[in-house]
């Protein structure tokens, strides 16, 4: 089964920036997609970057454009997410995701995957 493992958290002041690692320590199985998601308390699970797996056509929500970037390292099995010029409104607890996805593509919706890793805390000081 697939098992994903978030690591690159930390604390940063405003401006900073991290990257982020999520490696799958099996297999993705059918998943086209993996993505990066973030959940601050009190608040719904958004979805931050996408990446289709074949393509590595990605898809990032607008606060983060210019930003972050997602990419892939397909001989590592390797998702990550470099993350720039970072804000207090970027703190949240962040999560890597695969699913596959059909028909018109989703691919910020957490909805739309399957499998998940246990998460890695993000905090940004002003």
């Known amino acids: 089964q697939v098992q994903l493992v978030e690591s690159g958290g930390g604390s940063v002041q405003a401006g900073g920036s991290l990257r982020l690692s999520c490696v799958a320590s099996?297999?993705?199985?059918?998943?086209?997609?993996m993505g990066w998601f973030r959940q601050a308390p009190g608040k719904e699970r958004e979805g931050v970057a996408g990446?289709?797996?074949?393509?590595?056509?990605?898809y990032y929500r607008d606060s983060v454009k210019g930003r972050f970037t997602i990419s892939r390292d397909n001989a590592k099995n390797t998702v990550y997410l470099q993350m720039n010029s970072l804000k207090p409104e970027d703190s949240a607890m962040y999560y890597c995701?695969?699913?596959?996805?059909?028909?018109?593509?989703?691919?910020?919706?957490?909805?739309?995957?399957?499998?998940w890793g246990q998460g890695t805390q993000v905090t940004v000081s002003s």
């Open positions: 995701a695969a699913g596959r996805l059909v028909g018109a593509y989703l691919p910020l919706r957490p909805s739309a995957y399957n499998y």
């Open positions: 099996t297999y993705t199985a059918g998943s086209n997609f």
């Open positions: 990446i289709h797996t074949s393509t590595s056509i990605t």
